[in-house]
């Protein structure tokens, strides 16, 4: 069974550019989140959705970042412009749902790198 | 504020000794508490899921303990091998599968 996949795995871009990033979750698997990790740092969630809705982005920097899941499968994340601050590594994850004890299955991470 | 603590940046062992991490959370009422192990380049990997009405939790070398008194959880690894080298992350929920992960150990098994 394939992982959860996401791609681009790298991305190197000047600040101000525009960058997104794809996620394809396992199959069936309900609940996609994504998260940020920057060096030494563990994830942070970005954004949770159930199915195609968006239940939890209280922690997305709504002026820049945008997300969709449409169709409740694939998922994009988007920044607009980006800033020298938003290098890091952005995990997408997904799990069969979100009751209290699902584990969570992680992709590889696209790093981002903002010059 | 809420704080997740895991004890050192790096920890260094040598290979068949037990590794023993820890992880300090404040300010936190966790259902559960998850350890994942993440190598680099690499998205982190589910290893064990501990209850708050569980003390212990075992799969094969590994062991996982859970006092939320303390406010602590370890995490030992036995007869550490070199291939047990990775950074490993502790990550608590508080409900509805938010995790909040700590900053992870980077453990180094010396053959």
């Known amino acids: 069974e394939a992982g959860v996949v996401q791609s681009p795995r790298y991305k190197i871009i000047e600040k101000k550019q525009p960058v997104a990033f794809w996620c394809n979750p396992i199959?069936?698997?309900?609940?996609l989140y994504w998260y940020r990790q920057n060096l030494g740092q563990g994830p942070e969630l970005l954004i949770r959705?159930?199915?195609?809705?968006?239940?939890?982005d209280s922690q997305l920097p709504k002026d820049r970042f945008s997300a969709e899941r449409l169709k409740g499968v694939d998922s994009t994340l988007k920044i607009q412009p980006a800033e020298l601050g938003d290098s890091a590594v952005y995990l997408c994850?997904?799990?069969?749902?979100?009751?209290?004890?699902?584990?969570?299955?992680f992709g590889a991470g696209t790093r981002l790198s903002v010059l | 504020s809420q704080k997740i603590e895991q004890n050192s940046e790096a920890l260094n062992i040598q290979e068949g000794k037990t590794a023993t991490l820890t992880c300090n959370y404040t300010?936190?009422?966790?259902?559960?508490l998850q350890w994942y192990r993440q190598d680099p380049g690499r998205g982190p990997v589910f290893l064990l899921l501990?209850?708050?009405?569980?003390k212990e939790k075992r799969k094969e070398r590994l062991k996982v303990t859970f006092d939320t008194t303390l406010k602590q959880s370890l995490f030992h690894i036995t007869a550490s091998q070199p291939a047990d080298s990775a950074t490993y992350l502790c990550?608590?929920?508080?409900?509805?599968?938010?995790?909040?992960f700590g900053t992870g150990t980077r453990l180094t098994v010396i053959p």
């Open positions: 994850a997904s799990s069969l749902d979100s009751s209290q004890a699902d584990i969570q299955y």
């Open positions: 990550a608590l929920s508080t409900g509805a599968n938010n995790l909040f």
């Open positions: 501990i209850r708050e009405n569980e």
């Open positions: 199959s069936g698997h309900n609940t």
């Open positions: 300010n936190y009422s966790p259902a559960y």
């Open positions: 959705y159930e199915n195609e809705e968006a239940v939890d």
